[in-house]
């Protein structure tokens, strides 16, 4: 009788199939503009791109950049960000599971370049999926080459003092429009994009800057949400609720549901039972004490 220790770690072909997942590309270029948000350059506005054009998405942000020692952290599988990050309550993701997925989710190759605030260096490292799905499992198998160099205008980050940028190609979904993309955007970061936060997305047909959801509501019937509950009142939910100006048989009706600014679940319904006659039912919620896995 005895007992042996068993070395815990995943298949590299993880790499992989955490891609596969049902997040459509606005959704994933979404989540990685939520990682923008916990980079926030002290007090200043963030000013964030989206460039889809050459064949490959990239998504820059003018936040505070990454560390050698935070990049390092950033790019493990699951590590617990928030014990090398003081980003308080309002950070958005943890555990950096979200920008790996959503990076495997629209192509096959990402990099990450960063430039942390105050130093004149610029760390990058890159992410070969096919590769990592030939690798042999082991210690070594998730092993991570990060470089360092002098800033340069060659890099996408350009002459910007202090940033981040992902770059994804060898694309999974190479044509989707830029609409729908301004779309999403709007909808998903309206709270940021009121408070002055800009995010601007640019193709081959030129530069658009994205714009908070409009609502067309009937007069008088939008109500004001204020409610807390549970424990010591521990839950807080606001927003409004009110009657569209037009019917919607396309399902584009009810709650659109936030978290730290965040859209985390679009036309919720379960709320009340989805009918033609409540199909103008319209409104937003945050909740921001949602866990960040949502």
Known sequence: ????????????RLMETIGATNQTPQE?????VANCFDARYKN??????????DNRIVVMDNGKGMTSEILEK???????????????????????????TSCSTLGYFYEIYTRPSGKNVEYNTAFDIKDYSTRPSGTDAWDV????????????????????????SSLKIKDFPVSAVLEYIGDAFKGHIEKGDIITVI????????????YTFLKGTKVIIDEKFGPGNKYHVTGWVAIDSQTHN???????????????????????RAHLMTSRIIGEVNMDFLDSTF
Request: aromatic content about 10%; overall charge neutral; proline content about 4%.
């Open 74 to 100: 950033a790019v493990c599988i699951a590590e617990d960000m928030s014990l090398h990050l003081e980003r308080g309550d309002e950070a958005k993701g943890h555990f950096g599971m979200g920008f790996k």
């Open 203 to 214: 193709d081959e047909t030129g530069c658009y800057q994205a714009k908070p959801k409009a």
């Open 145 to 168: 080459v990060i470089e360092d160099n002098k800033p340069s205008v060659s890099s996408p980050l350009k002459s910007a003092e202090h940033g981040t940028a992902f770059v994804i």
């Open 1 to 12: 009788m005895g007992k042996r220790v068993v070395k815990n770690y995943p298949s590299p």
């Open 44 to 53: 200043e506005k963030l000013n964030i791109s989206l460039d889809l054009r």
């Open 250 to 272: 396309n399902g584009f009706y009810g709650f659109n549901i936030y978290r730290r600014g965040q859209l985390v679940v679009t036309h919720d319904k379960t709320w009340f």
């Open 28 to 32: 994933a270029i979404g989540e990685l």
